[in-house]
């Protein structure tokens, strides 16, 4: 019987709360994962949830690269279907942030990884978000 990572048992129960719109009880959650993570793939996947609760755009950006470098340092291919996510976060993070030329070129990274996706509900939320950064940054 396989360990139940309890880093991402956390981050579980910190959807479950957000899905109840407590989401100060979710960002809780996630910095108590954060203090127990035990490598970078636990790393990469609590640094993309409390990025997502972050009000200030450069704490946001800094949590987003944060899982983007942790991810980067994994050496398995259990994170490829992070990339694209990761990449259009940091798109995202850039384009509040008016960096539109850094924006432009982590869409256009997410881009070229949509075929890491799944093909679920997950995966398609995510190519829907990938072409309306590139959409908006052509518009600019």
């Known amino acids: 019987m396989e360990e139940i990572n309890p880093v991402i048992k956390l981050c579980s129960e910190g959807m479950k709360a ?4 407590k989401i100060d009880d979710a960002l809780k959650l996630y910095l108590k994962a954060w203090k127990i993570k ?6 990469a996947i609590v ?5 997502r609760h972050q009000k200030n ?6 949590w987003n690269q944060e899982a983007l470098d942790r991810a980067n340092l994994v050496k398995t291919e259990k994170v490829m279907s992070f990339y694209p ?3 259009v976060n940091l798109g995202i993070s850039y384009e509040s942030l008016k960096d539109f030329k850094k924006a432009k070129h982590f869409y256009n990274l997410a881009s070229k990884r949509m075929k890491d996706l799944p093909k679920n509900e997950y995966g ?7 072409k309306d950064g ?3 940054m052509d518009s600019i």
């Open 38 to 43: 035990r490598n970078n793939y636990d790393a």
């Open 18 to 21: 957000e899905s109840k719109n």
């Open 85 to 87: 996510s990761l990449f």
């Open 124 to 130: 398609e939320n995510i190519v829907k978000s990938i």
């Open 47 to 51: 640094a993309h949830y409390i990025a």
């Open 134 to 136: 590139l959409v908006r």
């Open 57 to 62: 755009p450069e704490e946001k950006l800094r």
